[in-house]
């Protein structure tokens, strides 16, 4: 039966929402009237997932954090030997998020139809990415579901963990960063008026530090709100800028080339690309769909174009170290690692452990970044601070050699 997400009145007149499963939009509108609930709209939940579009999320409001928790859940029950459609049901009990609920029985509904869970999921491709689908299909084909989904579970996992941790790690500077420029903003826009003001009329030239620091003061006040709304427009038109694929691809090479921007940005990419690869090629996908599809998760343009064009050699007879290498965009322990691994006849293993040394190179790379941006801060707030203060104690320092 096909899942459809509902509104409904209770009696108290308050509005409930939910999914529940029917044979017809009729049918659920009678299931809910038998519960005592007014129905005001049904809708089947694959249109009401689509209608609502992607955002942030993966898709249909299921996040990656969503993802992964079906996923484990799924593995799970699917290795204890429950049959799909119950390992779905319960799964859809459990959660307690419509939108995800909503998904899961829309798969359950077309797997009692008589469709293969690969083509369950390709009816939500904003949910479930090239990777997840062409990996579920290798495991039906080859017989190993229960496998794959657990393969796929610990992928999704670690995924989820790696962006957390780079999201929390940015968290600090980010704070510390604004903390600053707003501390900088009010002493300079309330504080030192207030000070320098005592010496308009001293009746002598004020140093030339205090100048500077009135007229930025006076700058900010007059034209702060102008400033602000170009820098906002900038970003906007810069955001679109992005939007272009050759501003794109000039601007993310540029990024390969800063200093430890560059490598953190490298690092992350190639764990992304060989834990891609791991899991497809363990699976049993074809090396060039492992190829394609792993091209997708790296974000950066140079490098997917790379991959890209490594996929191309590969087909006309390359080795897949030799095809990355040949781009020089690729740390030379991950080319190395795959190299032996290709030789080793241990591709899959290889892989995992590059994504393994590369996810810990850029954590210790997240980690040097956040070090070293901490004492830089205070060093930059401590000589803002040292200016206002001289800029302040100068006059004083004047009218203290007038007065003696």
Same mark, same amino acid.
């Given at each position: ?14 509005? $409930? ?6 044979? *017809? ?26 209608? =609502?579009? &992607?955002?942030?999320?993966? &898709? ?7 993802? +992964? ?24 009990? $459990? ?23 690969? +083509? ?12 997840? =689908? ?6 039906? $084909? ?23 941790k780079i999201g929390l790690a940015l968290v600090y500077p980010v704070l510390l960063s604004v903390v600053a420029v707003l501390i900088v903003i009010a002493l300079l826009t309330y504080v030192v008026p207030q000070v320098v003001e005592v010496f308009a009329d001293? &009746? ?12 930025? *003061? ?21 955001s679109k800028l992005l939007e272009r694929e050759p501003f794109r691809e000039r601007f993310d090479a540029a990024l390969l080339r800063l200093p430890l921007v560059g490598g953190l940005i490298q690092g992350l990419n190639t764990a992304r690309f060989a834990r ?27 490098? =997917?174009?790379?991959?890209?064009? +490594? ?5 006309? &007879? ?24 290709? +030789? ?8 995992? =452990?590059?994504?393994?040394?590369q996810e810990r190179a850029t954590a210790a790379a997240i980690s040097t970044f956040v070090g070293l941006f901490e004492p830089f801060m205070i060093l930059f707030m401590g000589l803002v601070v040292m200016l206002i203060v001289m800029a302040v104690l100068l ?5 203290? $050699?007038?007065?003696?």
């Amino acid at each position: 039966m096909p899942a459809y997400e509902y509104t409904a009145l209770d009696e108290r007149g308050r509005e $409930q929402r939910g999914v529940i499963e029917g044979d *017809s939009p009729r049918a659920v509108r009678q299931l809910l009237r038998e519960r005592q609930l007014t129905p005001l709209s049904v809708t089947q939940a694959k249109a009401a997932a689509q209608r =609502r579009g &992607g955002g942030w999320r993966l &898709g249909g409001g299921v996040s990656a954090k969503d993802l +992964a928790l079906l996923t484990r859940q799924l593995a799970t029950l699917s290795r204890s030997g429950a049959p799909l459609e119950e390992a779905l049901a319960t799964v859809a009990k $459990q959660t307690e998020k419509t939108s995800v609920k909503a998904v899961v029985l829309d798969v359950r509904s077309k797997l009692l139809e008589g469709h293969a869970l690969a +083509a369950a999921l390709n009816e939500h491709p904003r949910v479930f990415p090239d990777l997840y =689908r062409a990996t579920v299909a290798a495991g039906e $084909q080859s017989g190993h579901l229960d496998a794959v989904l657990d393969r796929l579970a610990d992928y999704t996992e670690a995924r989820q963990e790696m962006n957390q941790k780079i999201g929390l790690a940015l968290v600090y500077p980010v704070l510390l960063s604004v903390v600053a420029v707003l501390i900088v903003i009010a002493l300079l826009t309330y504080v030192v008026p207030q000070v320098v003001e005592v010496f308009a009329d001293v &009746g002598r030239d004020l140093p030339w530090l205090t100048r500077a620091l009135i007229t930025t *003061s006076d700058l900010i006040k007059a034209y702060g709100l102008y400033a602000l709304g170009v820098l906002a427009a900038a970003g906007w038109g810069f955001s679109k800028l992005l939007e272009r694929e050759p501003f794109r691809e000039r601007f993310d090479a540029a990024l390969l080339r800063l200093p430890l921007v560059g490598g953190l940005i490298q690092g992350l990419n190639t764990a992304r690309f060989a834990r891609t690869l791991s899991i497809l090629a363990a699976s049993g996908v074809p090396i060039l769909e492992a190829l394609r599809i792993a091209a997708q998760v790296v974000r950066n343009r140079p490098m =997917r174009r790379a991959v890209e064009t +490594a996929a191309a050699r590969v087909r006309e &007879g390359s080795s897949i170290s030799r095809a990355l290498d040949a781009s020089g965009l690729f740390p030379p322990m991950t080319i190395h690692m795959i190299a032996n691994g290709e +030789a080793s006849g241990k591709l899959e293993e290889m892989l995992e =452990r590059a994504a393994q040394y590369q996810e810990r190179a850029t954590a210790a790379a997240i980690s040097t970044f956040v070090g070293l941006f901490e004492p830089f801060m205070i060093l930059f707030m401590g000589l803002v601070v040292m200016l206002i203060v001289m800029a302040v104690l100068l006059p004083i320092f004047d009218l203290n $050699q007038l007065v003696g």
